[in-house]
T-cell receptor, first 114, second 116 residues
Framework: EAQVTQNPRYLITVTGKKLTVTCSQNMNHEYMSWYRQDPGLGLRQIYY???????DKGDVPEGYKVSRKEKRNFPLILESPSPNQTSLYFCASSALRDPRSPLHFGNGTRLTVT | QQQVKQSPQSLIVQKGGISIINCAYENTAFDYFPWYQQFPGKGPALLIA?????SEKKEGRFTISFNKSAKQFSLHIMDSQPGDSATYFCAAPINAGGTSYGKLTFGQGTILTVHP
């Protein structure tokens, strides 16, 4: 089954403790992206990647890091999480060759930073 | 800055009614306008999309209307059903060297509730 898999689904952590949210897709997609969803603000893009070793900032990159060492994986790293990063996070992918192909989203990771 | 502004933030409709969600954009480089539907506990999924060279696109009970001069596009859900209750997002990708999916901007989202 074609899918984007995020782990974990829920994460509670404390300020300053480094964490990684994993994202993997099995559709051989070139494009991958991370979003955060907050009430009243919609989905805001954090980082995106057009291909392996190619990443770029979205609209809200501060406090986040990403890497794209393999085509299928695109982990999101919070080196020193803060309470304002409490949010619902989504990873997504699409086939870059078809610029109008749909984004496929994972089921989200709900992060709470205390 | 929010490049796509969506309204209303929430919408309550009776079963069988028409749901209308609006989006306005500023960047004329946008060349593709998708709508995504999100059910609780799930990620968004593509519902319907339109290109700016057409003024309307219909798929079943869902219709996108596009007004290029006003820089607005809207989603109409005819004969709304309780199963349509979800959060809806409009979006617009910025054309990046021939590929549309560089930065992808979403609207703020509309929570639709359809009462039986």
């Amino acid at each position: 089954e074609a899918q984007v898999t995020q782990n974990p689904r829920y994460l509670i952590t404390v300020t300053g403790k480094k964490l990684t949210v994993t994202c993997s897709q099995n559709m051989n997609h070139e494009y991958m992206s991370w979003y955060r969803q907050d009430p009243g603000l919609g989905l805001r893009q954090i980082y995106y990647s057009m291909n392996v070793e190619v990443t770029d900032k979205g609209d809200v990159p501060e406090g986040y890091k990403v890497s794209r060492k393999e085509k299928r994986n695109f982990p999101l790293i919070l080196e020193s999480p803060s309470p304002n990063q409490t949010s619902l996070y989504f990873c997504a992918s699409s086939a870059l060759r078809d610029p109008r192909s749909p984004l496929h989203f994972g089921n989200g990771t709900r992060l709470t930073v205390t | 800055q929010q490049q796509v502004k969506q309204s209303p933030q929430s919408l309550i409709v009776q079963k069988g009614g028409i749901s209308i969600i609006n989006c306005a954009y500023e960047n004329t480089a946008f060349d593709y306008f998708p709508w995504y539907q999100q059910f609780p506990g799930k990620g968004p999924a593509l519902l319907i999309a339109i290109r700016p060279d057409v003024s309307e696109k219909k798929e079943g009970r869902f219709t996108i209307s596009f007004n290029k001069s006003a820089k607005q596009f809207s989603l109409h859900i005819m004969d709304s059903q309780p199963g349509d209750s979800a959060t809806y997002f409009c979006a617009a990708p910025i054309n990046a060297g021939g590929t549309s999916y560089g930065k992808l901007t979403f609207g703020q989202g509309t929570i639709l509730t359809v009462h039986p």
